[in-house]
Nanobody, 116 residues
Framework: QVQLVESGGDWVQPGGSLRLSCAASASIFGFRAMGWDRQSPGKEREFLATLTSGGNTNYADSVKGRFTISRDNAKNTVYLQMNSLKPEDTAVYYC??????????WGQGTQVTDSS
């Protein structure tokens, strides 16, 4: 069982920045990948970004160029740096662990809200 705990969500004005963190209860070094998804009110959960163990990244078109995923293996933590935030970025943001031969894990989420 892997536990993921997200933090860093907040109220933010358009154009602002936030950095989300995701702390894992186990070493993420051997995980196939780590990622972030989000769910906006009234919408399905959507993919945002992944970072593989080999360092490859993939982003949804909606956040490409604005969001950056990174990881600190020593701290078992994954980050999502979010810049140039828009009102439509309001959502609950979930961390996701992709582990070979096991179901994906999600955290409980952290809320990001447009304050305009």
């Amino acid at each position: 069982q892997v536990q993921l705990v997200e933090s860093g969500g907040d109220w933010v004005q358009p154009g602002g920045s936030l950095r989300l963190s995701c702390a894992a209860s186990a070493s993420i070094f051997g995980f196939r990948a780590m990622g972030w998804d989000r769910q906006s009110p009234g919408k399905e959960r959507e993919f945002l970004a992944t970072l593989t163990s080999g360092g490859n990244t993939n982003y949804a078109d909606s956040v490409k160029g604005r969001f950056t995923i990174s990881r600190d293996n020593a701290k078992n933590t994954v980050y999502l740096q979010m810049n140039s935030l828009k009102p439509e970025d309001t959502a609950v943001y979930y961390c996701r662990a992709y582990i070979a031969n096991r179901p994906d894990y999600w955290g409980q989420g952290t809320q990001v809200t447009d304050s305009s």
